[in-house]
């Protein structure tokens, strides 16, 4: 995995804008209605060729293919892995809980259409889940993704997301009538040993290993939201061990961990703080950990990589551009929050400046318009350049 060794690079969270008919196309394929299998393929390539040409134009260093061919960042497993079925029903925010209003105003933006893809009422785990042991989807994706960069100059790096275990069972919940599965527990350290075939062939194509986790801070308000501190804790706990095991065969400078409390445009006043996460966080096999400190929520909470020092190891990637809302960061802005970053862990080559979370988590759930999240990642790349005079001359 890429350091700054001579100036502040600079990477994003993985979901990048679908073209909306990409977009479509993913939420009928998720329904389970007919879509042509080569205008998809096709639509795919035409969105990767965009979303590639747009991250290299923006000036980034480390990129990925946008998730493109995803329904969504954790969803596209059930595509993946057998013992999925029927419908579930996710806790509702405390946000939404707490804020009657601010739930009204969320349901009128964001609307009610068959063309939505499922976020709350994600399937459940009936039985034994099982990777599709001809690894058909993970190897699409990255054959997909390595003729988009055919031709294309070369980045410095490239790397590719996957949900992680915690992620997963915590949005595709346990059915309680799961013959297979006695205990939350048992689910968990299953789909980890089975999620690990995806991760093994990712780094065996040549990226870095993104894993998506906003379980490890998210689920605090979700399943969680009515629990003790402690016991989500325990929780987080049994996540980054199911995590290591997945990660058993792969080094920790290929993977990078995204830790986040959830991408939407809420209150968050119940977000747990990451001082709380950053000593369980840390027992990660993992070489860096991009968490989000670019919105008005946590971005006060640079200073905990002082008192909760940085592993040697470990990169830090932090989040210096919101995704939430379409305010245009100005670069100095995101210079001052990279050199936040620097100061609070002490080591200058160790900061990645990335983005708080992706910008398209969910095909039809997006929040910054198109145009505006391209000027954000050349906002991103800008402030890394004032950020890198500022700390090299």
């Known amino acids: ?3 700054s060794r001579d100036r502040i690079i600079t990477t994003h969270t993985g979901s990048l804008p679908r073209t909306p008919a990409l977009s479509r196309m993913l939420v009928l394929r998720e329904q389970g209605k007919p879509v042509d299998s080569a205008a998809f393929e ?17 000036g980034l260093d480390s990129i990925n293919n946008g998730e493109a061919p995803r329904v969504g960042f954790s969803t596209y497993v059930t595509e993946r892995m057998s013992g999925f079925g029927g419908e579930g029903r996710r806790k509702p925010t405390l946000d939404i809980q707490k804020f009657p209003g601010y739930a009204e105003h969320m349901a009128r933006q964001i609307g009610v259409s068959e063309d939505l893809a499922k976020v709350w009422n994600t399937p459940l785990a009936q039985r034994a889940v099982h990777y599709d042991p001809t690894l058909a989807g993970v190897k699409a994706e990255l054959a997909s993704f390595s003729a988009a960069l055919a031709g294309k100059p070369a980045p410095l790096e490239t790397f590719m997301t996957a949900a992680s275990p915690g992620v997963v069972t915590t949005t595709m919940l346990r059915a309680q009538d799961n013959p297979d599965y006695p205990t939350d527990r048992d689910y968990v350290l299953a789909v980890a040993r089975e999620l690990k075939r995806e991760y093994e062939a990712i780094v065996a194509a040549g990226h870095v290993l993104q894993l998506d986790a906003p379980d490890l801070a998210m689920e605090r308000v979700i399943l969680f939201g009515d629990a003790d501190l402690g016991t989500f804790l325990e929780r987080v706990e049994l996540h980054v061990e199911a995590i290591n095991l997945a990660l058993e065969n792969i080094p920790a400078d290929k993977v990078r961990l995204h830790v986040c409390w959830g991408n939407w445009q809420g209150p968050h006043q119940d977000d747990v703080p990451v001082a709380e996460l950053l000593p369980i966080l840390y027992r990660a096999k993992v070489g860096a950990l991009s968490i989000p400190l670019g919105n008005p929520r946590h971005e006060h909470e640079t200073v905990s990589f002082k008192t909760h020092p940085l592993p040697d190891h470990m990169l830090l990637m932090p989040g210096v551009i919101d995704v939430t809302t379409n305010y245009l960061e100005h670069p100095e802005v995101v210079a001052n929050r990279i050199c936040a970053s620097v100061d609070a862990i002490g080591d200058r080559e160790r900061v990645v400046a990335g983005t708080d979370c992706g910008f398209g988590t969910f095909a039809s759930y997006e929040f910054v318009a198109q145009d505006v999240a391209w000027a954000k990642l050349k906002a991103l790349s800008e402030g890394a350049a004032i950020a890198s005079r500022r700390l090299w001359g």
Not at 42 to 58: K, M, N, P, T
């Open 1 to 3: 995995m890429q350091a």
């Open 42 to 58: 096709a639509e795919v390539a035409r969105c990767l060729d965009g979303v590639i040409g747009a991250q290299l134009e923006a």
